[in-house]
């Protein structure tokens, strides 16, 4: 279990503030839309001072906005500082995407070569 | 669910990479395609540069090493050692990346055919979350950096 205490580094960067199991859960959450913190604790069975805490550090980064509405605050996904690993992942991606397309054209070969030739072990 | 040209990756833990894809040959010739070594020089560059080493010692304590000279001229060089051979089924091995010496990865690859179609798994799992990011970063254009960089800008923005 990661520690509710937030390390030092969590705050640095979006990647280390989404690797909290639980802060993913809020940004899950308000995936699907502008939500106040009480639908946040009641989505993950959590006290409110424990969700704060991780609303917090994703409000660091830049992962959620928050603004007021009348006496209560309304916390959404900042898709914009998310990107980066999104994008981060998609290069990793793309490159085992290119080397499986030439994997593609070995096996096409293979095959040719195995029908063609037969019987071979 | 429907392409079966593009490689999916997930990050299913904090330690781990799982990339997965599906292709139309039977599992024997994606095996062989994947443990021969003039075969692995013809598709591991994935189009960034030439293959000039491709070492398969394909038994259990056996060693492998790839090196890639990119287009850019630098050079990069992976090395490991297998584990555990299941022919046409699984391979799990070591691997090194030659610049981070330090962060050592086990890779586990799976071979899983249906109807002369070949599922490939391929999961690396690392020992720590720093090690798994640099190895996600390895071979970028831009940088984690970059992306942090980028990060830092919105933060302070909405400060």
Same mark, same amino acid.
Request: hydrophobic fraction near 40%; aromatic fraction near 6%; charge should be negative.
């Given at each position: ?121 | ?33 994947? /443990?021969?070594? $003039?075969?692995?020089? %013809? ?8 293959? #000039?080493?491709? !070492? ?53 690859? /799976?071979?899983? $055919?249906?109807?002369? %179609? ?8 690392? #020992?720590?979350? !720093? ?29």
């Amino acid at each position: 279990m990661i520690a509710a205490v937030p390390r030092a580094a969590t705050t640095a960067d979006a990647f280390n503030a989404v690797a909290e199991p639980r802060r993913r859960q809020i940004l899950d959450v308000l995936a699907g839309g502008e939500r106040p913190v009480n639908d946040l604790v009641r989505a993950l069975g959590l006290a409110q001072p424990q969700v704060s805490k991780h609303l917090r550090v994703l409000r660091a980064v830049g992962a959620v906005d928050v603004r007021g509405d009348g006496r209560q605050r309304l916390y959404r996904l900042n898709g914009r500082a998310l990107k980066p690993i999104h994008d981060w992942v998609k290069d990793y991606e793309r490159t085992w995407s290119e080397r499986f397309e030439q994997l593609d054209v070995v096996l096409e070969g293979l095959k040719k070569t195995e029908g063609g030739g037969g019987g071979d072990e | 669910m429907t392409s079966s040209r593009s490689a999916t990756v997930t990050l299913p833990t904090d330690e781990q990479i799982l990339i997965t894809r599906e292709f139309d040959a039977p599992r024997h010739l994606v095996y062989e395609a994947w /443990t021969t070594p $003039e075969l692995v020089k %013809r598709w591991w560059h994935a189009n960034r540069g030439e293959m #000039t080493v491709a !070492e398969i010692d394909l038994r259990v304590g056996g060693r492998w090493r790839y090196v890639m000279v990119a287009d850019g001229g630098f050079e990069v060089a992976f090395h490991g050692e297998y584990r555990e051979i299941v022919p046409n089924e699984r391979l799990v091995s070591t691997e090194v990346y030659e610049a981070m010496p330090d962060a050592q990865a086990l890779d586990t690859v /799976t071979f899983a $055919e249906e109807n002369d %179609r070949t599922l490939v798994t391929l999961l690396v799992q690392h #020992t720590s979350k !720093e090690h798994r990011d640099a190895h996600v970063e390895s071979g970028m254009e831009d940088g984690l950096q970059d992306a942090l960089d980028l990060l830092e800008q919105v933060a302070v923005s909405l400060r």
